[in-house]
């Protein structure tokens, strides 16, 4: 006797329950999960590089948005946002920063060539990657300005790399890029169609979809609320200095010189073109605009050559419109307590909605730093500026940091890896040996002169 059609359906029904009892895993892994949090490391194209600040273009390139280096030759965009399906492999990921580049500077005072490429975003769907970004360029010939939003610039080789069933984060290493017509036309004709490019490297975190949040319990009755006890007179809420160092010194650092690293503790955090000295703790005085503040973090720099730099209990005085920034400086010569090591223009200080902010105020080396850096700079270098931000108000937020992701950190040159399996964290790796040969061997030969 065959079973009625309301009792078949009943029993799949059960085990559809069943199943899902017993496989929870599987249906969040499947879950598309948000991007929050990485960077991409970039060279564009290193020949291009050696070009634009060769002996022919004469020019040079600098960085906006936060942007950063590493390795010595490397852009690194930060604070990467988009989506990741684990279940199907598709991947978006949009990165904030950028890099200019300027050469043949002409007799009216302006540059021929000049572009600019920003907020680099990367796309995975079908087995396939494209490489977008902005533009700015001029064209050489006409000297006609384009700009462009997201012109998908290179195509990506993903051969041997599965991106089903990551989990985070999700790293990229090595992926090597062709530059396509569109993205030919954005580099104002320097490169044709099918020109290899610097390969890319990525790290991003993922999260999983936000759950309903549960209901409240009720609170317990309390006969009287406590009361906070009162803010001293001239102290604040929070506050942190976000200094660089040297751009040229973490380039000197990461560099296939010294090929080192440098290392974060005690509270320190990468922004990638800066280290944020958080948890500051003194007095402010919002009339005087002045500040006598004491912050945490250290950063320790190493690398070959006898390289051991650290800096730590990092001080900041303002008084007079002007700042200095201190530190405890130890080196293969010991310790050195409170150290002057820059100077720096501080007018301005005043609290605005709560928040007192000194944006990349220009730094200059003392004659005390040039010595705790070992007499590689002279008394009176540019150094990378100091930014300062103090909360008088507690409900007032500090400047969000540059976001790199749990796994950020310098690299000199990417590792070479097995291709991944879909099991393994990270969810894929090396993307080709001969890219990172290739990566090795860099040409120093540029385009044809303009």
Partial sequence: MQPSRSVRALAVALFAVVLGA?????????????????????????????????????????????????????FRF??????????SGEFRAGFSGGVRFVGHRQSDGSDQLDLTISRPTVRISGGSGTLYADTVSKDRESGRVTTTAQVPMATLGLSGINMRGGSTPIALDSVPATLTAQGATAFAGYYAAGTPLDPITLSVDTKAP???????????????????????AGRFEDAA????????YREYVTGSIAQGKWTLTDGAQDGGAL??????????????????AAFAGRVHFTGKGGLDLELAGVTVKVASGKGTLRADVTSEGGTREDVPLVTFTAKGLAPKDGLAVLTEAPATLTADGAKAFGSLYTAGTAMDPVSLAVAVDAKAELPALPDLGTTAGPSAAPEEKPAATPSTRPVAAEAGTGAARRRGRRSLAGPPAA
């Fill in 22 to 74: 017993l496989f929870p895993a599987t249906a969040a892994q499947a879950a598309s999960r948000t991007v929050q949090g990485g960077r991409l490391d970039w060279a564009v194209k290193s020949s291009f590089q050696s070009y634009v600040t060769g002996p022919i273009a004469q020019g040079s390139w600098s960085l906006t948005g936060g942007a950063a280096t590493v390795g010595g030759s490397q």
């Fill in 78 to 87: 930060h604070s990467a946002t988009g989506s990741y399906d684990p279940g």
């Fill in 210 to 232: 936000a759950q309903a949040p549960a209901a409240p319990a009720s609170p317990s009755p309390s006969p009287s609320k406590a009361k906070k006890p009162g803010k001293a």
């Fill in 241 to 248: 200095v976000d200094w660089g160092v040297r751009r040229t």
């Fill in 275 to 292: 280290f944020r000295f958080p948890q500051g703790k003194g007095t402010y005085d919002a009339e005087r605009q002045s500040l006598d």
